[in-house]
Each structure stands twice: as structure tokens, then as C-alpha cells.
């Protein structure tokens, strides 16, 4: 018995010991601590395809936080509704030598509603578990499988979903019949998976490891565009009841038109007549569907709706004209249903919304591209697109939340690929003047108008939108100048062929110039300085600019008697493949005239280009940071 007692203790050292030594965080290769705020010391995905509307995810993963950076990275996220089931979930937190310190079970779970803060209605609810950290660095291990009634949506791989995430191991595997045809799509993974069977099923296997963190450049593409990453598509899908097939776009273009906006368009014969007496007046079908575009404004707000097929299916066009309300699917369905009455063709499209452009995957159709509903009008020679969600918006106006990317319009005949529109450096314009005067050498005093169009329209729309009380605030953090006030501030939306925001307000700006013995110092560039970036002599990515845009300055700025008028003309000019800046100053009677035009132009550009980007951002800088030194007579 006492020998017992004592190999029971020896095993038990033994296994505590193996375990500490486990997710011992001396143990993780410096190269893979280098740069990452959490490295995933081992990751398990494995999903059971056993029929179209049977499927099975388990999950085990732990993850290494090296500091409060790596917090976010170990939330776990357990999405369910009545298609996807939790069937377990736990886990273990091991401090920095891997010793256990806190066993995770269900009842550490917080349990809430998926809804947004937009959100009326939603049928899927929110399990996570975030852990509040004492002491870093921490290892949490967890596990969860998840029973799914559905195979349209395959949960993807992608391990290293982060610049600040390492990798030690990651495998993912899918284990499907035989019969079953399926079609995977891999970014940045060269390896093919390994196959293996038993008896019921055909194994897919994918492994990484280890895959450092990647140091974080300036003007890059998204970071999930360059992670490793693989989509698995069935050809045979069920989803919330609704089977078929589909291998590509127009496939399933076809299947998602016929099983989610079937039967969805369904206003009555009074909304009909409400529409022929809007649009009674309206000499063109452009004409029509601008003041339908207005009505849908007006009459409708958005919310986020998430019920119904898994919220891919959106309500009738008869709840919306009978609420007033919807989420970005039912607000397209019903501006659709309102076009269709006077007998203008439209397309329900899916987009990938965002700052960042990202189009759909042209060669792998799939589901899980694209997160928001927009509409496309077809108009001969004159293609429009309209925001539908947006009260505020202007017709055929879209901005930078879906510009320049690959949709899929769903449509009777099949789905069909097209882009959105490009605002081009030209388009994305901003142009400003402003005539002031020099009041008692030191203080500034005058008026400014500013003109923004293309995404720079949108970047202001806050402004135009926002309260008298708020837009004073607002200006201030947009010209950052000490003690700057405004004052007469007025804000015009222009709607036209190319619509744009005026911006128009008195401004005086307190001792910003300053006085010292015999001359005035006056900044170079008052409203627009360009930030540089650092140095980078190893640059590893191709510059990426998402877009570009044009700025241009004329500020005139009257001055006083006793300063003295003469002055040689400045003139700076610098170039770069990405971009052109030009400033120039000079004196005119008694007033000082500067203009400033700064164009950086969208595309994708060599790392070798890097240096003589930094080096021009760095002339612009400096340049925008200038001073005048004005004598005094």
C-alpha cells in the first residue's frame, strides 16, 4: 500500500510536470515571440460533414498572451442559433511557467443576444469567455464543439489571422463522404492537404507551422489578404431547409435569387399608385428612380434585422413600407420593389463593405464573401449604384465604405460579377480658399470655403449631418489649431452630376503668428499638413494605396502696413510614382498668396519604391511645416 501511495504521488509530479512544461512560455522559439502579441501554441479544427444538413466542428486551440495587446486575440466567441447548437466548451488557464491556475467551465460563459446595437430582432445568441488578466504572459487552452444543421457556411482556416499573431502548430481538417464533391480555395499555403479515408469518410488534412509574426508596414494591403487562408465549399448545400447546388458565381447567383428573394417583392396596388404619383412628373427613368431613391430616405430608417434564413433572406418589401424600417437586405428589396413599379430593372448585390476594398474571390464561389446589400441600377451608359441603408446619402453616390470592388448581383438568370465605382485621385477632391488678414501681427482673422468631393465627401459627411452645438467641436479636430474659432458655420450639400459638400464659415485663429524684434513669423501651411512615415530599409511588402486623392490650397492673406511687401517668390516642386506636391508663395500688392496641391495616387507599388516615398512624404512634410519670415518696416 505504501508503495502504491508513493507511485501514485511519483505519476502525479510527473504528469504536473509534463503539463507545466506544456505551455511553459520559455519554451516558444524567440523568433516566433518576435514582434507577436500572442503566439497560437497549438490549434485543432476539425469538421465532420456527414450529410448537407449534419455537421460537426470541434475546436482546441491555446493561445500564449504575451501582454493587455494579446487580450482580444483569447476572446472566445460561440455564435449559435437554431441551425448551429453548442454541444460543450471549456478550458484552462496555465501562467507563464504553464502551471494551471483557473479552470474555465460552461457557467464562465457569458450569455448574450448577437444583436448589434441597431439590432430589433435576432434569432442567434453569443456565448464568450474573456479572461481578466493579473499577470502576463498567460496561456489559455479551451475546447468546443458545435453542432451545425447546415453546410452552406464551412467555418475557415486562417491561423495566423493577424500581423501580431504567431504560430507554433495549426492543422485543419475536413472529413466528408466519399461521394461528396466539394471545392477548397488556399491563399498562401503551398502545401496540399494529405488525404486519408475511413470507412465513412473521405480526410482532408491542412498543417502550418511555425509562422512567425510579421512586422506592421505602412501602406499595405489587409492583413487577411496576406494570412494563410482555406475555404471549403460543398457542391450539394442545405441551408435552413433550402438544397441545391452551385460551382460558381452564376450558380449561385441563381440559387440565392430563387430561394431568398422569390415571393419578397410584394407591395400592393396602393403603394403602386403612391409611386406612379411621385414619379407623374419625372421625364426620364433617372429622374424616377431619384426621387424614389429620396422617398425610401425619407419614409424608411435602418436597422439590423438578423432573423429569418441565418440573415441572408431578407423581409418583404410589405413589412418595410408597413414599419418603416429595415436592415440593409430588406431596405434593398424594397427600393427594388419601388423601381419595379415603373418598370426600372435593378440588382440586389453583395458586397465586401469596408474602408479597406476587398472584392470577392472571381474564380471560388462561396458565401462567406462579402457582409452588406447594395443596389445597382443598370442604366444604359450610365450605371448606378445606390446605398440604401443611408438617410443622408446622395443619389448614386456610394463613398468609401463599397467603392471599387467586385459584387455579385443576384438576379433571375443567375448571379453576375461586377465592380462598383472607382473615385479615382481626381474625383477624391478637396479644394479650399480662404481669404484672411493679419490683425495686430499676431492674430488671423477671415473666411474659408472648401470644397469635398468623391470619398472626401464622405469624409466630412459627419460635419454636414451633426447639430449646430456639435459642429464647432467637430471643426476643431479637424483644423488642429490652438484657440481656433469659428463662427457663420454653414454646410450645403450640392447634388448634381458630381455631388460635394460646401463648407463655409468665418474663422480667427489668436496669435498665431508671432512677433520678435524687426520681423513677423507666419506658418507656411495653415489647414493641410501631410504626416511622413518612417524609415525602412528592409521594406518587405509592395506599397499599397488604397486611394488616392487631390488637395488643393489658396490662401490669400491681407497684411499690414508695417510689414514689408517684398518677398522672392517660392517655388517647391516634388514627384515620386506616388504622388506630385507643389507649394508656392509670393507677395501681390499687399497680400500674401499661397497655394499648395498635394495628389497621391492610388495603386500598388514595388518595396523597392519605399525610400522614395519616405523621402518625398518627408519634403512635404517639412515643406507644410515651413515658416514665413515677414521684416517689419
Known amino acids: 500500500m505504501k508503495y502504491a501511495c508513493l507511485l501514485f504521488l511519483l505519476l502525479a509530479m510527473l504528469s504536473l510536470r509534463s503539463q507545466s512544461t506544456t505551455y511553459d512560455v520559455e519554451s516558444i522559439p524567440q523568433e516566433l515571440k518576435s514582434r507577436a502579441a500572442v503566439t497560437i501554441r497549438n490549434e485543432s479544427v476539425y469538421i465532420e460533414m456527414r450529410s448537407d444538413n449534419d455537421m460537426l466542428q470541434k475546436v482546441k486551440k491555446a493561445i500564449t498572451v504575451y501582454n493587455r495587446n494579446g487580450d482580444d486575440y ?76 447546415q453546410n452552406l457556411i464551412i467555418p475557415a482556416w486562417n491561423p495566423n489571422f493577424s500581423e501580431q499573431v504567431s504560430v507554433q502548430q495549426s492543422e485543419y481538417i475536413f472529413a466528408a463522404p466519399a461521394t461528396a464533391a466539394i471545392r477548397t480555395y488556399t491563399q498562401h499555403t503551398t502545401a496540399e492537404p494529405t488525404i486519408s479515408h475511413s470507412d465513412k469518410f473521405t480526410i482532408r488534412k491542412w498543417e502550418t507551422g511555425p509562422v512567425p509574426a510579421v512586422r506592421e508596414e505602412n501602406y499595405t494591403r489587409g492583413f487577411r489578404e496576406r494570412s494563410i487562408l482555406v475555404y471549403v465549399v460543398p457542391q450539394q448545400i442545405s441551408y435552413y431547409g433550402r438544397k441545391g447546388s452551385f460551382d460558381t458565381w452564376e450558380q449561385f447567383g441563381k440559387w440565392a435569387y430563387d430561394n431568398l428573394l422569390q415571393g419578397k417583392q410584394d407591395l400592393d396596388a396602393m403603394a403602386k399608385n403612391k409611386v406612379l404619383q411621385l414619379t407623374k412628373d419625372c421625364k426620364t427613368d433617372k429622374e424616377k428612380a431619384k426621387v424614389l431613391y429620396h422617398y425610401l ?48 430593372p435593378s440588382y440586389y448585390c453583395v458586397v465586401e ?59 433571375p438568370k443567375g448571379g453576375k460579377v461586377l465592380r462598383t465605382p472607382i473615385y479615382t485621385d481626381k474625383e477624391n477632391k478637396q479644394i479650399r480658399e480662404a481669404k484672411l488678414k493679419l490683425v495686430d501681427l499676431t492674430n488671423l482673422e477671415g473666411s474659408i470655403k472648401t470644397k469635398f468631393y468623391g470619398t472626401q465627401y464622405d469624409n466630412h459627411a459627419d460635419v454636414l449631418h451633426a447639430n449646430n452645438t456639435e459642429k464647432p467641436k467637430l471643426l476643431a479636430k479637424r483644423y488642429d489649431i490652438n484657440n481656433v474659432n469659428f463662427a457663420n458655420i454653414t454646410y450645403s450639400e450640392i447634388e448634381n452630376d458630381t455631388p460635394h459638400v460646401l463648407e463655409d464659415f468665418s474663422i480667427s485663429i489668436p496669435n498665431i503668428a508671432i512677433k520678435s524684434d524687426n520681423r513677423v513669423m507666419l506658418p507656411s501651411s495653415l489647414f493641410n ?52 506636391y507643389t507649394f508656392t508663395a509670393r507677395i501681390d500688392g499687399n497680400t500674401l498668396q499661397t497655394k499648395r496641391t498635394l495628389i497621391i495616387k492610388q495603386g500598388t507599388y514595388a518595396p523597392t519604391h519605399y525610400t522614395v516615398f519616405q523621402e518625398f512624404l518627408k519634403s512635404v512634410n517639412q515643406t507644410d511645416k515651413g515658416r514665413f519670415f515677414l521684416e517689419l518696416l
Open 353 to 411: 463593405a469596408g474602408g479597406f476594398k476587398q472584392s470577392l474571390k472571381t474564380e471560388f464561389a462561396n458565401v462567406q464573401d462579402g457582409n452588406h446589400i447594395i443596389l445597382c441600377i443598370p442604366f444604359e451608359q450610365d450605371t448606378t449604384w445606390l446605398e440604401c441603408t443611408s438617410q443622408e446619402m446622395p443619389f448614386g453616390f456610394l463613398g468609401d465604405f463599397t467603392d471599387d470592388r467586385l459584387v455579385l448581383a443576384w438576379t
Open 74 to 149: 483569447a476572446f472566445i466567441p460561440l455564435y449559435y442559433n437554431k441551425s448551429a447548437i453548442i454541444k460543450s466548451a471549456k478550458g484552462m488557464i496555465y501562467d507563464a511557467s504553464g502551471n494551471p491556475i483557473k479552470k474555465i467551465g460552461s457557467k464562465d460563459f457569458m450569455d448574450v443576444s448577437a444583436a448589434d446595437g441597431f439590432s430589433m430582432f435576432s434569432d442567434t445568441r453569443l456565448k464568450y469567455y474573456q479572461y481578466n488578466a493579473v499577470q502576463y504572459p498567460y496561456t489559455i487552452e479551451f475546447e468546443y464543439e458545435i453542432q451545425h444543421k
Open 529 to 580: 499638413a501631410f504626416t511622413t512615415i518612417q524609415r525602412n530599409e528592409g521594406r518587405q511588402q509592395p506599397i499599397y494605396i488604397n486611394r488616392g486623392f487631390t488637395d488643393e490650397d489658396y490662401i490669400e492673406i491681407k497684411l499690414p502696413d508695417e510689414v514689408n511687401k517684398k518677398m522672392t517668390p517660392m517655388v517647391k516642386t516634388f514627384t515620386c510614382p506616388m504622388g506630385e
Open 297 to 344: 430616405q425619407q419614409k424608411t430608417r435602418y436597422i439590423s434585422i438578423q432573423v429569418g434564413i441565418g440573415g441572408l433572406e431578407p423581409f418583404n418589401a410589405s413589412d418595410v413600407e408597413r414599419y418603416g424600417y429595415g436592415d440593409c437586405k430588406a431596405l434593398v428589396n424594397y427600393m427594388q420593389n419601388l423601381l419595379s413599379l415603373v418598370d426600372i
